[in-house]
């Protein structure tokens, strides 16, 4: 957590860590690949690698040499390549970007510059500078994007150019967890203030209490042993189960499984990062849209939990009554808690990480894989737009669902238990799964 109190120093020291951390892992994601790869587009969805890159540094210019440090612009005559909101991602590969050595280039002298800046600036005072926002914003933009080129590598047809270790095995007392849990009903406090999360964005903000009745919700993401039953059971070829919206979608677009995956010799098997293996029954099931995680739950007697739910039983502490920073408490994110940081690029095994579980046993709440919930995305009362109307406000509404936790792509940085991404309910290259809830039965 980002402490208001701790010194300009330590606050200085942290602010240059992240930003090196992200750049460290923007070169990892760059490098690994010829010039050919980094200035393809991999799919329509996706920005060519070396658009990011230059988007990346564009971004870090706009933000902190020109509206913090005040500084004259390095490249004016490129803002409009890299605004995201000007041009669509399949139509970026048509405009004239930076090649990769020059965009690397500029990413270079920018960063020199930023450094320089951090170096001498007051951390106080200004909203941007207060805490050092502003840096602590550009590194969660950077990893946000880092992200984004590492789902562009799922999608690349090409050699495997990233390994990774395999994630932690679950523990022994895996297979001997309830099914779900009960999470009380009650008051709880979501969202997070300044004073308690500086660096938290817009949309987390402000805190507020919401009421939540009894429910039950999994103790790990649904799996893909789970989801494969779905599928056999003919859950693609029955429109019961589905949202008009994704039964129409699915008869549109043939689906029949989760993307990437495929039936071969009697077995299911899936590509990730270029390997062709088969698909874990064990493993979070990962690159489904919200229609299909909405008729699995559907399928299983259950729903999709509400935001409001999925952030109650990851922060709300029933014995203090308080909201965690993350499920465990509000220590950092370490390996002992989280499947985090690109550290290994598929999700851990489901129980896995007993020492992130929630005050009341839910696991896994924090990466592994993004959730799917059944919210859409929304302001929160009293929600004020910071610092630009366009990182959320003008997504806020239906067409959008809500995505809580964070996956294995996800670093630190851009992972609490406020966190809140969004995309369309179609989207499956995202590393999304999801877990299900149910209402909590009333006795009279």
């Not at 020492?355 to 009362?381: K, M, N």
């Not at 809580?404 to 792509?409: D, L, N, S």
């Amino acid at each position: 957590m980002t402490d208001l109190h701790v010194s300009s120093e330590a606050l200085r020291r942290q602010a240059y860590d992240v930003l090196t951390a992200a750049r460290a892992r923007t070169a990892l994601l760059t490098d690994c690949v010829d010039d050919a790869e980094l200035t393809a587009q991999h799919s329509p969805l996706m920005s060519p690698l070396v658009w990011d890159l230059a988007h990346i540094a564009n971004q870090e210019e706009l933000w902190l040499l020109r509206a913090v440090g005040g500084r004259e612009a390095l490249r004016p005559d490129i803002d409009p390549l890299y605004d995201a909101f000007e041009h669509p991602r399949a139509a970026r590969p048509s405009l004239p970007l930076l090649a990769p050595r020059e965009a690397r280039t500029y990413a270079a002298e920018v960063r020199g510059r930023v450094l320089d800046l951090l170096d001498g600036a007051r951390l106080e005072g200004d909203p941007l500078l207060s805490a050092a926002f502003a840096f602590g914003m550009v590194a969660q933009h950077e990893q946000q994007h880092d992200e984004t080129m590492l789902i562009t590598h799922q999608l690349r047809r090409g050699a495997a150019a990233l390994t990774a270790p395999a994630p932690p095995p679950a523990p022994e007392d895996a297979a001997r967890l309830p099914a779900e849990v009960l999470v009380p009903g009650g008051p709880f406090t979501m969202g997070v203030s300044h004073d308690d999360e500086p660096w938290a964005l817009d949309n987390e903000r402000p805190a507020h209490v919401r009421l939540v009745p009894d429910f039950f919700i999994d103790t790990v993401p649904v799996t893909c042993g789970a989801y494969r039953r779905f599928i056999e059971d003919g859950g693609y070829g029955d429109p019961r189960w589905w949202d008009p919206a994704g039964w129409a979608h699915v008869r549109e677009h043939g689906l029949h499984a989760p993307l990437f995956w495929r039936r071969e010799g009697g077995q299911w098997l899936r590509r990730r990062f270029g390997v062709v293996e088969p698909v874990p029954d064990d493993e979070p099931v990962l690159h489904v849209s919200w229609y299909e995680a909405d008729a699995y739950a559907r399928w299983a007697g259950r729903r999709l939990p509400t935001e409001a739910e999925w952030e109650k039983a990851a922060r709300h502490d029933p014995a203090t009554g308080r909201s965690r920073r993350h499920p465990w408490g509000d220590a950092p994110p370490g390996p002992e808690h989280a499947n985090l940081g690109q550290r290994h690029l598929r999700p851990a095994p489901a129980g896995a990480y007993p020492a992130g579980a929630s005050p009341l046993g839910v696991r896994q709440l924090i990466g592994d894989v993004w959730e799917w919930t059944s919210s859409d995305f929304l302001p929160y009362p009293g929600f004020v737009a910071f610092p630009y109307r366009e990182y959320s406000e003008v997504f806020f509404g239906p067409e959008y669902k809500v995505l809580r936790g964070g996956a294995f792509a996800v670093d630190p940085v851009a992972c609490r238990g406020t966190f809140r991404n969004w995309d369309y309910p179609v989207r499956r290259q995202i590393f999304a799964g999801f877990r299900t809830a149910r209402d909590a039965e009333v006795t009279v």
